[in-house]
């Protein structure tokens, strides 16, 4: 166990800020509320800007850099968002010792200058699709924040599209929730559930919000990606028109989708333990680490033997540091990287070496003659596949089903998790629910109905809801 | 001609905004001095972080991420910093309906929060060098404004390193203008002139400043990065201190450097021609693109082909749009891709295929039955390299020697560019200088004294001074 690490099971807020900082993830600064994002921390965003990026290129989408500076004026145009913004946002009064003759908003999100970029740059149907997405950063004045979960400067990608139909919309819409589905399975190892917010949780403006939603190891739940229909209220709103094919004039269907450094935040409070961070190897800025023990030349030789072979398809590093080799392995640890591979002076009398796993602890020893690459390539998959089956043990050991409000009592009272539960389409059953620890409805899910009535008020329910507490 | 951009000759200014126009670098905003970066011109800034990030990393370099905004305390415990920077801040002053207690400026530079997070983390030698950089937005309210060249938002990457003697942050601030000199030679095929700036010229609170300036087709002059040795200035004012080897505390020595969109603007200058942009082949985002003419399976087929060869290695695109190929050739050429390709019926029955070269427009007919990755890579290799030779000749046509005030005037009011003239080291001749239509000092080189005199009071000379008019 690491000293610098409370136990989870005894205070997981403050197991979760040590860890952030045991692993040098990120640091308070001097600006309130905002952090330093360390090397190891942006290694894994930029890991994470790799895969996405690849992907939404794929899709045919291209990156463009909207001002981070939005007009009051801009703003005002759509009224739902400066409504649902407007406790949040920062404001640039002056420059030098000069006042703006209008306050600029710092961008909380750009819907508004791309809508007014749009405008201009959209004429017939022959320009659409529009699929523009950029990496920035954002501003939102939160009151309470914790590094990555909720900063009040954070980064995101925001994936803008404008598109000719409502259909083709839609469909954006969902590709793009699927793809952060895809992501959090496929690469983060985390089994996100998706659905559609209600109208009382979706983003301000829009016709529809799609979620992607996390369960921590505590079972709390945290929104990580999410995709906006808008219609066309937006380009209402910012006069987006396009001539269609019938030579009329329209407004165009935009859609918005976005993920955030948040996903680190995920990451740490589903795989973490004790003992640091646990990275899944596909989102690992580095993968495997070589540890030598002693410094005889068998042991250098074998170092750079495997290094040569593993670096060519893994950024693998070697620790040739002058620090002992238990202090090693537990920075190591702290760090979460997947796969240690220690070469040892005694071992290696015995023809030996040692693979140690980072997500189950557990230290095999080897031939030093095996096919290293190949060896390293199962285990990576082999971990990548455990902690998957491990995360979803977990969220379906904390998902649960409630009846009537006795049962949703218990359960939030008890262990925190994935409730799901039936509703009646009715927001006052929703404002009830949440008096209960401030539960909120995650998202509707397409799955039958459980009971056919409302959790809350017991007259005919229309969905099935997921329910459960938020970060 | 493209219609749509002035004559070079005719109006530089002009046909600088119209490329940028019409090759969708960048547009416009409603917000007053900021840019909205296009497709087209962002994919050459991703070119450029990518070659450039990949250096720095083999040089040791990791990525972090500070706040964007700074306490109104923090920044003014650097004097000159904020004496240089005062005019340009802008200051957030309030959230939702609330005031700040203090006021936070807008990233400028980031060398206060960067000092403000050293001081917390550098303890020992040991913990040295740091090697830190950062890719960010940041914001200097200029009052006149022209996309790339002078926005007030625009995205760099700042380094800010500290190191444990002065010697080894010396050697840094060397090698990163060296990184920034090899990318514009080799990357940029810009032939930029390295050297250190005078007192008047460095930047605010450096020891010295070292700068890479490359020459603009009109003779004016553009700084395209910059690296600055701070020796212990700014870790005195921010209490960045170690425990050196002798076990006594000590100040850290800290260095700087950075480069900027702006450099979109130096290849526009140096490169571009009354049809558009002009891309050399290494920073090109698209190297090559395919053309086919009719629709024929032929035709097809060896798009195809192509299109499979090439794209193991270049990120190619197929123009298959509706337009005509005349449209589509003039399109190409707006956009700057180095090499197309041109696959048509006619051309395919006598069993040809033609090559155009954007920079020299040079139409090339050969065998369809060519090795096609083979030929492309040679003709992009020429091409990269021509348009390095072209910039050399032009930049030495634009070369001048000044040995009086006289020759400088003379030269200045004929066709400007680089004026190489001795100097005594005294400012008040530097001022004489800059009243001739705003020259400054671009850099001190170490080229040996041309008279040995200074070219404004005809004293003995101390520096061999490299001038020009700058954006």
Redesign the interface.
């Given at each position: 166990m690491n000293k610098a690490i409370t136990s989870r099971d005894v205070d997981f807020a403050k197991w979760y800020t040590d860890v952030v900082r045991a692993a040098h993830l990120a640091?308070y600064?001097?600006?309130k509320g905002?952090?330093?994002?360390?090397?190891n921390g942006?290694?894994i965003?930029?890991k994470i800007q790799e895969i996405m990026d690849k992907k939404f290129k794929e899709l045919g989408h291209?990156?463009?850099?909207?001002?981070?500076?939005?007009?009051e004026s801009?703003f005002n145009q759509e009224k739902e968002l400066i409504e649902g913004f407007?406790?949040?946002?920062?404001?640039?009064?002056?420059?030098?010792?000069k006042k703006f003759d209008e306050r600029?908003a710092?961008r909380s999100t750009s819907e508004t200058?791309f809508c007014?970029?749009y405008k201009?740059?959209i004429m017939s149907y022959k320009d659409l699709p529009k699929l523009?997405n950029q990496w920035?950063?954002v501003?939102r004045?939160e009151k309470e924040t914790r590094p990555f979960l909720r900063s009040r400067?954070f980064?995101w990608q925001e994936g803008h599209t404008v598109h000719a139909t409502a259909e083709e919309a839609m469909e954006e819409t969902n590709r793009m929730m699927e793809v952060y589905k895809w992501f959090n399975h496929e690469i983060l190892a985390i089994p996100s559930i998706t659905g559609k917010k209600t109208e009382k949780e979706k983003f301000a403006g829009a016709e529809y919000t799609l979620t992607n939603e996390d369960l921590m190891y505590n079972g709390v739940c945290l929104q990580d990606g999410t995709s906006h229909y808008f219609g066309q209220k937006f380009s209402k709103a910012y006069d987006v028109k396009f001539t269609n094919k019938e030579n009329k004039e329209e407004y165009a269907y935009y859609t918005t989708w976005g993920k955030a450094t948040r996903a680190i935040a995920a990451i740490i409070m589903v795989h973490g333990d004790d003992d640091g961070l646990v990275l899944p190897p596909r989102i690992a800025p580095t993968p495997v680490i070589i540890i030598p023990i002693g410094k005889s030349e068998a042991v250098s030789n074998l170092v750079d033997k495997y290094y040569n072979e593993l670096k060519e398809k893994y950024n693998v590093k070697v620790d040739n540091s002058e620090k002992s080799p238990g202090f090693k392995f537990a920075e190591a640890e702290v760090n979460g990287i997947p796969l240690r591979i220690e070469i040892g002076e005694r071992d290696l009398e015995n023809n030996n070496i040692t693979l140690a796993r980072r997500d189950t602890k557990e230290r095999i020893t080897v031939s030093k003659d095996i096919d290293i690459l190949k060896t390293v390539e199962e285990m990576l998959e082999t971990i990548q596949n455990d902690m998957y089956k491990r995360a979803v043990e977990r969220r379906d050991a904390l998902t649960f089903t409630a009846k009537d409000m006795k049962d949703m009592e218990n359960i939030l009272n008890t262990q925190p998790g994935f409730i799901h539960a039936d509703w009646c389409g009715n927001v006052e059953c929703e404002n009830k629910i949440k008096e209960i620890k401030g539960c909120k409805s995650r998202c509707i899910t397409d799955e039958p109905l459980i009971t056919g009535k409302c959790v809350c008020c017991g007259k005919e329910a229309k969905h099935h809801v997921i329910w459960g507490i938020q970060y």
């Open positions: 640091d600064t001097s600006v905002c952090i330093a994002i360390e090397p942006y290694a965003w930029e291209v990156n463009v850099q909207m001002p981070l500076l939005i007009p801009l407007a406790p949040e946002l920062v404001w640039a009064t002056e420059a030098g010792d600029y710092i200058v007014d970029y201009k740059h523009y920035c950063n501003f004045y400067e980064l």
